[in-house]
């Protein structure tokens, strides 16, 4: 008798266990048809043109006290080929952390402070100008390696806000990756965003500092690089309107600062469908010392959800370069001065 009411209070203690724990299993999967005119045209089926295909697990645990743990796993994974997206397996996301009064602190891959505005309330994609030139917010710093993130808990209603701080995130002067730093200050950097949203009101401000970079070029090597992102939106009901200004040094090789403005409008025609129009303008978009290095760029997106998990789209992007910028789309090749155009048409599920 004693044992068996041992063995029920064992099992109990155990079903408390994993009731106080979750892990979810997600992903998204995101297929275009794609038509690319630059110096060439190209015609193909593409991955992630309107949000990255990835597989993911989340989980975290109730330890008690108020305090509990969790984390990450995300991988990226093109749908056209099924190649994983980067040669590591966790490319999007591996890190675990604690949380409680005190707030949250988080350890490894994720998203930077900047990177998460820039993808998460700007969108990143590659059809998108934070793509189109390169920035760091949307590619070179979009997530940093060997991260530590600390989230201050919310002491007032719809204000968030974090400190991070990167031990090497060694970012590659060829593909624009982070690899492991070659030199021990080699990519070290730290940031911190603040980010408020209340009732139809939006706003937040990134900022980045990287102390010894590479970036897009290699003339760049081993200085300090650092980026500023802020935006402010309102939601009308019948429309709503963002804008943004991206401020950064030596994005490409010299002195200037790269400038990006623009602003956003999501228009939802019926409960199905959304239209999302975008313009925006990049100053000194070229490692060029003379002027004529800025570029124009207009997105429209159009979403149709057909259920609450799969939607149809379609999208069209165009470049207008002045005569020595070169900015293009999905890294294809365009001589300094000439227009790129794409659309795609495509199907995103999510599970």
Same mark, same amino acid.
């Given at each position: 008798m004693k044992k068996t009411l041992l063995a029920i209070a064992a099992l109990a203690a155990t079903s408390g266990a994993f009731a106080q724990s979750s892990l979810t299993i997600y992903g998204v999967l995101d297929a275009s048809l794609e038509?690319?005119?630059a110096?060439?045209?190209?015609?193909?089926v593409s991955s992630d043109n309107l949000s990255s295909s990835r597989l993911g697990f989340k989980g975290t645990e109730d330890i008690g006290g108020g305090?509990?743990?969790g984390f990450v796993l995300e991988h990226n994974v093109k749908v056209d080929t099924g190649a994983a997206g980067n040669t590591r397996m966790w490319d999007r996301a591996a890190w675990v952390g604690l949380s409680g009064s005190f707030g949250e602190l988080r350890l490894g891959r994720q998203d930077s402070s900047i990177?998460?505005?820039?993808g998460n309330v700007l969108s990143a994609q590659t059809y998108d100008d934070f793509k189109f030139t390169g920035t760091r917010a949307g590619d070179k710093y979009r997530r940093e390696d060997n991260a530590i993130t600390y989230i201050l808990p919310v002491f007032v209603p719809g204000l968030t806000a974090q400190v991070q701080y990167s031990t090497n995130v060694g970012v590659s002067a060829t593909t624009g990756t982070e690899t492991a730093g070659s030199t021990e200050d080699q990519g070290k950097a730290w940031g911190l965003s603040v980010k408020y949203a209340a009732g139809p009101f939006a &706003? $937040?401000?990134?900022?980045?500092?990287?102390?010894?970079?590479?970036?897009?070029?290699?003339?760049?090597?081993?200085?300090?690089?650092?980026?500023?992102?802020?935006?402010a939106g309102y939601d009308f009901g019948v429309a709503k309107v963002t804008g943004y200004y991206d401020n950064e040094s030596k994005l490409y090789a010299g002195n200037k600062r790269f400038s990006l403005y623009g602003a956003k409008v999501s228009v939802p025609v019926t409960g199905e469908f959304t239209l999302i129009g975008g313009l925006s303008q990049a100053k000194n978009a070229s490692a060029a010392s003379t002027d004529n290095d800025s570029a124009l760029m207009f997105s429209l997106k159009g979403i149709y959800a057909l259920s609450k998990r799969t939607s149809v789209y379609g999208m069209l992007s165009?470049?207008?370069?002045?005569?020595?910028?070169?900015?293009?789309?999905?890294?294809?090749?365009?001589? &300094? $001065?000439?227009s790129v155009t794409g659309v795609a048409f495509g199907i995103r599920h999510t599970f």
């Open positions: 038509r690319i005119n110096d060439k045209g190209i015609t193909r305090l509990k743990a990177g998460d505005i820039a &706003a $937040g401000l990134g900022y980045l500092s990287a102390k010894d970079e590479t970036v897009s070029v290699t003339a760049n090597a081993g200085e300090k690089g650092d980026a500023v992102l802020v935006y165009y470049i207008n370069n002045d005569d020595n910028a070169a900015l293009t789309i999905d890294k294809q090749t365009i001589t &300094a $001065g000439d």
